[in-house]
């Protein structure tokens, strides 16, 4: 891992994956991570919090998500599917469709880690360079503020 907790270039990675450690509990964790609006964006119908539920991330023109809640773990590990995809600046619409989004939440000495993982975006999508730079703002930027400092900077809502 590099200094920004992504994994280094190699042919050997194939998702998409960042993480950072905080000494915040796993509970603080988990309870940002569903907070989505908090760091993400506000721009989101439904909930993440219900298991089985589907919620949509909406930045339209730009990008627009629709996803399906698969797993949640309580201060260990939160899992979200792809079902549908918008995406303004790939020509496959179907880039991210099947892929999971997971975060885990693990204990590290007097700290924890969170590792974003989306599995499904690899090297060879078109979004991929676009989309480290996003997750990576999002997740070591946005959610780890959110979660150190309380406070986010999700995209903010729509008038």
Same mark, same amino acid.
């Given at each position: 891992?590099?200094?920004?907790?992504?994994?280094?270039?190699?042919?050997?990675?194939?998702?998409?994956?960042?993480?950072?450690?905080?000494?915040?509990?796993?509970?603080?964790?988990?309870?940002?991570?569903?907070?989505?609006?908090? +760091?993400?964006?506000?721009?989101?119908?439904? *909930?993440?919090?219900?298991?089985?539920? /589907? $919620? #949509?991330? =909406?930045? &339209?023109?730009?990008?627009?998500?629709?996803?399906?809640?698969?797993?949640?773990?309580?201060?260990?590990?939160?899992? +979200?599917?792809?079902?549908?995809?918008?995406? *303004?600046?790939?020509?496959?619409?179907? /880039? $991210? #469709?099947? =892929?999971? &989004?997971?975060?885990?939440?693990?204990?590290?000495?007097?700290?924890?880690?969170?590792?974003?993982?989306?599995?499904?975006?690899?090297?060879?999508?078109?979004?991929?360079?676009?989309?480290?730079?996003?997750?990576?703002?999002?997740?070591?930027?946005?959610?780890?503020?959110?979660?150190?400092?309380?406070?986010?900077?999700?995209?903010?809502?729509?008038?």
């Amino acid at each position: 891992m590099n200094d920004l907790g992504r994994a280094a270039n190699s042919a050997a990675v194939t998702d998409f994956t960042c993480s950072f450690v905080t000494a915040k509990s796993a509970e603080a964790i988990y309870e940002a991570v569903l907070d989505v609006g908090s +760091w993400w964006s506000e721009n989101i119908e439904g *909930s993440p919090r219900q298991l089985g539920g /589907e $919620w #949509v991330y =909406d930045n &339209l023109p730009v990008h627009h998500t629709l996803f399906r809640v698969t797993e949640l773990v309580p201060g260990k590990r939160v899992v +979200w599917e792809v079902l549908k995809n918008q995406l *303004s600046f790939v020509t496959d619409q179907n /880039e $991210w #469709v099947g =892929d999971r &989004l997971v975060f885990e939440i693990t204990p590290e000495a007097e700290s924890h880690r969170l590792t974003f993982t989306q599995h499904g975006l690899t090297r060879a999508d078109q979004c991929y360079a676009i989309c480290d730079n996003a997750w990576t703002g999002y997740i070591a930027g946005s959610l780890r503020a959110r979660i150190e400092v309380g406070k986010g900077s999700p995209v903010l809502k729509r008038t």
